[in-house]
């Protein structure tokens, strides 16, 4: 039997968190009695931060958050939902351009489980934002301050310095 608890899942990398992903957790949590951001840990992708620092990252930046957790996930994220009695994923939409792929997943999603997709609008300041973006402009100095939590730019011009530094060595 479902449990009660409305129960969702906000997914994805988070390399690193942005405040556009804080933006959709915070309105998944008005909208769901509980939330869990689940951080994607398989490891065929290459990260700028290991799985230990996204989660870290992402539960400073939640603990506004009463209801909201973090936690991580490796293999299908519908097994995730069927183990910890989720019944909701919620994902961000910033554009068009991004609804063809997370209707794809969505319908592939809802097909291997009894999960709903709930599509939240990206809010218009965050429309442009993308952790790889991110990455991207911080690598080349540009200033990406006001788009990634201050401690999260913090940790960000440390790794990248490291990166430099192991770079140039
Ligand atoms: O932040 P991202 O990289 O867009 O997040 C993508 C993520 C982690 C949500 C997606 O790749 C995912 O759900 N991966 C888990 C593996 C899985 O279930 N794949 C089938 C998707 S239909």
């Known amino acids: 039997m479902r449990s009660t608890v409305r129960r969702a899942v906000c997914p994805g990398s988070f390399d690193p968190v942005t405040n556009g992903h804080i933006d959709i957790i915070s309105r ?3 909208l769901f009695d509980e939330v869990v951001v689940a951080v994607g840990v398989n490891k065929s992708k290459s990260r700028l931060f290991s ?4 989660m870290d990252m992402l539960s400073e930046a939640c603990r506004q958050f009463p209801n ?3 936690d991580g996930f490796a293999g299908l994220l519908t097994s995730y939902c069927q183990e910890h009695d989720v019944h909701a994923i919620v994902k961000g939409l ?3 351009s991004d609804f063809d792929y997370e209707l794809q997943m969505a319908q592939m999603n809802s097909s291997l ?3 709903e997709t709930v599509f939240v609008p990206t809010s218009p300041e ?3 934002l993308a952790s790889s973006l991110v990455k991207e402009v911080a690598t080349f100095g540009g200033d990406v301050s006001g788009l990634i939590p201050d401690f999260v730019l913090e940790l960000l011009t440390a790794r990248l310095a490291e990166r430099n530094q192991e770079a140039s060595s």
């Open 94 to 96: 910033r554009a068009v």
């Open 126 to 128: 965050y429309s442009f």
């Open 68 to 70: 909201v957790r973090v």
């Open 113 to 115: 489980a009894e999960i």
């Open 51 to 54: 799985a230990d620092e996204r």
């Open 28 to 30: 998944a949590s008005f």
